[in-house]
């Protein structure tokens, strides 16, 4: 038991120190762990998204698409536009509890017909969900750039949300 002793000593050192090493999470987006937060983890299905010009109110598509929220601040995106146009889209979500709105930034690769690249598209979507938790809805603003990361255009939407996992 004696020879056991320095051992747990030099154990609980050695991870007292790392700990106090570790980036404090909190300190650069406090409002992830805030529990309401989390409320917006899971998987969610978006059956009619609508995106518009944002000047003439005109419809430019629609489609359906699925976002996966992370704990912690990270998604995933997809839709249902053709797969050899779009990849996936990657991004980060915040919280701020004194609006009960979701902010989420993300971005994706858009593809031509014959496969080469056609540029980028950058993605601001604001969100609110129901007092259940169950259903989201969210406003969004996209500006779509060249393979030169030149903006070509911007376009604005909406969409309802429903809770799917």
């Known amino acids: 038991m004696k020879t056991l002793r320095p051992l747990v000593i030099a154990i609980l050192m050695l991870t007292a120190g790392t ?39 005109q419809t ?4 359906r698409a699925s976002s996966v929220y992370h704990v912690g601040g ?9 797969p050899g146009t779009r990849g996936p889209a990657f991004g ?6 004194r609006t009960r709105e979701y902010t989420t930034h993300m971005r994706l690769y858009r593809y031509n017909p014959d ?23 969210e406003t969004f603003r996209g500006k779509f750039f060249n393979p030169a990361e030149q903006l070509l255009f911007e376009s604005c939407g909406s969409s309802e949300g429903v809770r799917s996992l």
Request: proline share 7%; glycine share 6%; aromatic share 12%.
């Open 74 to 82: 990270t998604m995933v995106d997809t839709n249902t536009t053709p």
């Open 19 to 57: 700990a106090a090493t570790l980036p404090d999470a909190t300190a650069a987006s406090p409002n992830l762990l805030y529990p309401p937060a989390n409320r917006i983890v899971g998987t969610w299905e978006y059956f009619d998204v609508h995106v518009f010009n944002c000047a003439s109110g």
């Open 92 to 97: 980060i979500w915040d919280y701020n509890p």
């Open 115 to 137: 496969g080469s690249f056609a540029g980028a598209n950058e993605v601001v979507r604001t969100a609110t969900l129901s007092r259940d938790g169950n259903s989201m809805s």
């Open 60 to 63: 430019v598509t629609r489609f």
